[in-house]
């Protein structure tokens, strides 16, 4: 919406004056047609001669020669009318006929045996009013109304949206809160599985709210305000409402992002309307759920009403307007983003004693959110003696409690679709729907050529993977059981957009070496590498693109950030702005060649393997873990070529 017209919206005067000229408007539009209903019609001249047979109007192409002039009267009412004069008549016959039938006739009949005729204008029905009598709700005060609202549609429209406006402008009145008491606030802080260090965090935050006076003691007299961060899906909204439960206070839920209703000003007064009705209950919580843009820092709008939601927001969290009575209101407000991760308003930040970091959960987080998900399901649906939580919780790090529930219903699904019960084997597959999406062969049944590169390229990604591992010396089992890949396959990703993939395990946060960092991107390289290998310098496709792309972030991190080849440690994106980054890039593009020529390397070393692994990946089109690893130590019994550096 341009500036000047949310200026204009934004000025009471304004509304009310675009709402009273549109009144006036439609009032003389009114006013014209209640006259015109009024007017003395005129004597008719001819006579009308008026029926319901429709057989009158089928019969008109055998009259067309005598047809003087052939007019539909009011076609968008209930029952239109076919008005027609033949030649040496002085009569109008009129015919009436259902708003159904007048489309087919007019199609069938009229069109079909090029009959001519015109619609009715206002002076012909005003010379003949004879011709709109005696008819089921067409004529009158009714069919005044029906004919206003037709031709003054547009205006309504316009009035409606101008009366919206008026609502939507006024304070207070675009708040989409919603107000529960905490006899319907569902569950308890018992719900929250694991996080037990921010389940003491909230319950020493219930033990400060209930017992003010030590801490009016000490001077801290304001309101408490709580700020909750951390990833999505890891409960933070499921926790302000156990918040409010364990207190006995009502809750006021509304989103960040939903309080600018689009008009100058309109954030603001939603938040003031929010507070205001949070006094009206006395001790209330207000929760502010997706308000990272309240924390952004302010200043930087090029419109001085831009940051008007957030100063609002930083005077009502300080307790301007709190009541004298006792009354508190407790302001939770909720981010993804933290100011670790996020450049965030310092004023603002400064306003909230209390700040609860969610974070994603652990293996045994993880093994425990799944055991309660599936208890939930009737105990026929699950095959709890094949079924090794462990296993799938070491695979799923790095989800959040949302979509381990997301993987669990998934893994339903698919019982419920085959007949089956949930195991062990169909929680990995649900976990593959969820991190990959729909696979599709029928993409790539066909192209051979494809096919085998796709398999190729995904084959030089799991080699480089277990490449260190071979290297140090380990057995075949010691590989298998420490390699995170989970399946090679060559079906088609249309959420990734990509025609084969390699899905591996997730792994929980911790701290790479330079050397981890490096065998990631040797990884990365592993893809583009076996397609140079096979098909030379210049056959390397663009299937490469991703791969190139994440590679390129980890050496920049490497390199211009970490200082890791150097012993100078600078950051030196932060010396670009200055021109200060050759030095940088040239030691980024010296270390990607050097780790894409161990890479090749490498992988010479497996070419035999690769070539008969190639051979079952193209006829099973996907090769899971277990597989791979079968034939490889197949291969090894039988004495196959294999690299020196593994035990193959």
């Not at 003054?152 to 006024?170: C, E």
């Not at 990946?617 to 020196?644: I, N, T, Y």
Request: aromatic fraction near 6%; glycine fraction near 8%; include cysteine.
């Amino acid at each position: 919406m341009p500036d000047f017209l949310k200026r204009f919206i934004a000025n009471p005067f304004a509304r009310y004056a675009l709402l009273g000229v549109l009144l006036l408007v439609l009032s003389v539009q009114l006013v014209a047609v209640v006259q015109e209903v009024r007017g003395t019609p005129k004597k008719p001249t001819i006579e009308v001669v008026l029926t319901q047979d429709i057989g009158e109007v089928t019969a008109l192409p055998a009259k067309k020669e005598r047809l003087e002039y052939l007019l539909v009267a009011k076609p968008t009412a209930e029952r239109p009318r076919y008005v027609y004069k033949l030649g040496g008549e002085n009569k109008l016959h009129v015919v009436q006929v259902p708003s159904s039938s007048h489309y087919a006739l007019e199609r069938e009949v009229l069109l079909k045996n090029s009959v001519p005729y015109k619609i009715a204008d206002k002076k012909f029905l005003a010379a003949n009013p004879a011709v709109l009598e005696g008819g089921e709700g067409d004529s009158g005060a009714a069919g005044a109304v029906g004919d206003f609202v037709m031709r003054f549609l547009p205006t309504l429209f316009i009035l409606a949206f101008a009366v919206y406006m008026m609502k939507a402008g006024m304070p207070g009145m675009a708040s989409k809160a919603n107000m529960l008491q905490p006899a319907d606030l569902k569950g308890s802080m018992d719900d929250l599985i694991g996080m037990d260090d921010i389940k003491r965090e909230v319950s020493h935050l219930v033990e400060m709210i209930r017992d003010r006076e030590k801490y009016a003691a000490h001077g801290i007299d304001k309101p408490f305000n709580v700020m909750f961060t951390g990833p999505a899906g890891t409960g933070k909204t499921k926790l302000a409402g156990y918040l409010a439960k364990e207190l006995g206070m009502p809750l006021i839920t509304a989103s960040g992002s939903g309080l600018e209703s689009g008009f100058v000003g309109g954030g603001s007064r939603t938040l003031t309307k929010l507070y205001a009705r949070a006094c009206e209950m006395g001790n209330c919580v207000i929760f502010l759920d997706e308000a990272q843009s309240l924390f952004m820092p302010r200043g930087r709008g090029q419109r001085k009403y831009d940051d008007d939601t957030a100063n609002m927001l930083l005077g009502l969290l300080d307790g301007v307007g709190v009541k004298d009575d006792g009354s508190r209101v407790i302001w939770v407000v909720a981010s993804n983003f933290d100011d670790a991760n996020s450049e965030m308003d310092e004023a603002m930040l400064r306003r909230f004693q209390v700040k609860i970091n969610f974070r994603l959960p652990n293996r045994a987080e993880r093994e425990a959110l799944l055991k309660a998900f599936l208890a939930k399901r009737a105990p026929e649906c699950v095959d709890w003696a094949n079924t090794d939580l462990r296993q799938v919780a070491e695979i799923t790090a790095n989800l959040s409690p949302a979509l381990l529930e997301s993987t669990v219903d998934r893994a339903s699904m698919i019982a419920i679709q085959e007949k089956a019960v949930i195991n062990t084997e169909l929680l990995f597959r649900a976990f593959e729907r969820t991190a990959i999406g729909l696979t599709d062969r029928a993409t790539t049944a066909d192209k051979a050529r494809e096919r085998e590169r796709i398999a190729l390229h995904e084959l030089g990604h799991f080699f480089m993977a277990v490449h260190p591992l071979l290297q140090q010396g380990k057995s075949l089992a010691e590989v298998k059981a420490q390699c995170r890949t989970l399946k090679i396959s060559t079906e088609a990703v249309s959420k990734m957009g990509a025609l084969g993939f390699v899905l591996s395990a997730g792994e929980d946060a911790k701290l790479n070496t330079r050397q981890e960092l490096e065998q990631e991107v040797m990884q990365l390289y592993g893809g583009a590498a076996a397609e140079e290998m096979f098909y030379g310098e210049s056959g390397v496709s663009t299937g490469s693109q991703t791969d190139i792309e994440k590679a390129t972030r980890i050496l920049q991190t490497v390199v211009a950030r970490l200082s890791l080849y150097s012993r100078s440690k600078l950051d030196y994106s932060q010396l670009q702005a200055k021109g200060v980054d050759e030095k940088a890039l040239a030691a980024i593009e010296a270390k990607s060649a050097e780790l894409y020529e161990q890479t090749l390397t490498a992988l010479r070393g497996y070419e035999q393997l690769m070539q008969v692994l190639k051979g079952v990946l193209l006829d099973r089109f996907v090769l899971s873990k277990d597989e791979v690893f079968d034939l490889m130590e197949g291969l090894a019994a039988a004495k196959c070529d294999a690299p020196a550096s593994s035990t193959v």
